[in-house]
């Protein structure tokens, strides 16, 4: 990734928070790497070199800053643009891959060898896929140490070290002090957490369309996986290690009120706020741009990859104001951008779940598809202890081998829905097909397409949900068409396409603008 050190220069000496996540910030005469935004003086530019990802800067001997914690920033949208290998590594690696299944196994994720893999990582990211996973679990631990009461020990082994002493030298390295020095700190901000309860700030780059998220998970909610209450939108996750709850509670206000919102990233730690002696600073340049998080877990093993899920349902890395400003340029859908700014794309915790509910969802009405999906979970989802079970969400959504299993027997509707569900199930249990953030779209459209029952629409909407494709249009969808049409834009499908070739790579937001039209 090739970075424009000027460019980068002037956002660091103009401390501008939208490039917080984009690249870093290493000073070689402090041997500290900071987000772009950091308040501290403005290093001269000969001191300052920039890189693209923390596990460079770790790579090349630099420790994280513990006044900005450069680890606390909405993620590059680079990962959700890009489709390339590089892109689809660091998906799962921040989905844990690397410590559940090591180097080898990411490869064969990503359908690569070993060493190629590391070539082209380490060119394009200036760091390997152990270093990169090195540094996606120092952040981990970080979340540990400050958030839980959880032991040492315990705390190196759930983040993924291999034992207690690389877990003790990863902290020292990157954040400069012992690991008992983080938990101290923050223990004078408040205590922590029970065990295994985590309350987290999960940070994004206003403005934020909350109450659109709102809308679309309300309109689907399933009945014993997820609701919407006092507690925010809560819903379960079907985690590596075991299951857990998550309550999300979503900044208030209008979208208007968003765009005004702070600019800066809020730490993705605890609500306290950030490290050591500089907490009010650090809070002040944090601003009010986070969702809060409150993760029941299972097994703490799981807390990276629960992070990583909800930031892509919420698509809490994205670029707003780069989507705004293309989408705008067209005046179709300039009122709808302004009135709706911040726009984001509903995600995926699960991909097989969003298959099976996407499968259900076809040529019936959203209603109708969350009664189907209730009804199949009722019979064939887990029911998940009291500790972790929150009202309204105490049931996991069933396994694709029960589905292809049992499926028959509990779906109802024409046959050929019901066998397309049990067909994909059986694909999924067996690995046939996989659904997970490494797929390349093309790909994956591709194997979609040649299972029965799975059309264009169904193929696209998965790549739109489950990998966070930028720039999926839908046009043969009926609710794009009809919101195009109430924005007096083209509303047949040849006429819809040649106008979006000018919304590249966002035609997936501009889909989203128009089903709200609809």
Request: aromatic share 4%.
């Amino acid at each position: 990734m090739l970075l424009d050190q000027e460019r980068c220069y002037r956002a660091v000496a103009s401390r501008d928070a939208r490039f917080d996540g984009h690249f870093i910030t290493a000073v070689r005469t402090t041997g500290i790497y900071c987000r772009p935004s950091c308040p501290a003086t403005t290093p001269k530019r000969a001191n300052v070199e920039f890189l693209p990802t923390a596990g460079a800067a770790q790579q090349r001997g630099y420790r994280a800053c513990r006044r900005c914690l450069p680890d606390a920033v909405p993620g590059s949208p680079d990962w959700n643009v890009r489709a390339d290998l590089a892109a689809r590594a660091m998906r799962l690696i921040s989905d844990g891959v690397v410590e559940r299944d090591g180097v080898p196994g990411l490869a064969t994720r990503l359908g690569y060898s070993e060493r190629h893999l590391n070539r082209v990582l380490t060119a394009e990211l200036g760091a390997g896929p152990l270093a990169l996973a090195r540094a996606h679990r120092a952040h981990t631990a970080r979340l540990l140490i400050e958030t839980t009461p959880l032991g040492m020990a315990d705390v190196a082994f759930a983040a993924g070290f291999a034992s207690v002493r690389q877990f003790n030298d990863t902290v020292r390295a990157v954040y400069g002090v012992a690991p008992t020095t983080l938990r101290a700190e923050a223990g004078r901000r408040g205590p922590a957490t029970a065990a295994g309860t985590l309350v987290l700030r999960l940070p994004f780059r206003p403005p934020f369309d909350a109450e659109g998220l709102r809308q679309f998970f309300a309109a689907r909610a399933v009945a014993g996986v997820e609701a919407l209450g006092d507690d925010g939108y809560v819903r379960t996750l079907r985690l590596p290690h075991g299951g857990a709850t998550v309550a999300l509670q979503l900044p208030d206000g209008t979208p208007a009120d968003a765009r005004r919102a702070g600019r800066g990233g809020a730490d993705e730690t605890s609500a306290a706020g950030s490290a050591g002696g500089t907490a009010k600073e650090a809070g002040r340049h944090a601003g009010a741009a986070h969702v809060t998080a409150t993760l029941r877990l299972a097994d703490p093993r799981d807390l990276g990859p629960a992070v990583a899920r909800v930031r892509r349902l919420l698509d809490l890395d994205a670029d707003p104001v780069a989507v705004d400003e293309l989408l705008s340029a067209d005046p179709g859908l300039a009122k709808a951008v302004e009135e709706v700014p911040g726009i984001r794309l509903p995600g995926s915790v699960n991909g097989a779940e969003t298959a099976i509910r996407t499968l259900l969802g076809q040529q019936v009405s959203v209603a109708a598809a969350r009664t189907a999906a209730a009804r199949l979970t009722e019979a064939l989802g887990e029911r998940l202890p009291p500790a972790l079970a929150s009202p309204g969400a105490e049931l996991l959504f069933p396994t694709p081998a029960a589905i292809a299993e049992h499926g028959a027997d509990v779906l109802t509707g024409p046959a050929r829905r019901v066998a397309s569900v049990c067909t994909v199930a059986a694909a999924l249990a067996d690995g046939t097909l996989a659904l997970d953030p490494g797929r390349d779209p093309a790909d994956l459209r591709a194997e979609l397409l040649a299972l029965p029952g799975v059309g264009p629409w169904t193929a696209g909407y998965l790549a739109m949900r489950v990998l966070g494709d930028p720039d999926e249009l839908l046009a043969e969808d009926l609710g794009v068409r009809r919101g195009a049409a109430a924005l007096d834009l083209p509303s047949d499908i040849p006429g819809l396409t040649a106008r979006a070739a000018a919304w590249r790579p966002w035609r997936s937001y501009a889909a989203t603008h128009l089903w709200r039209r609809a």
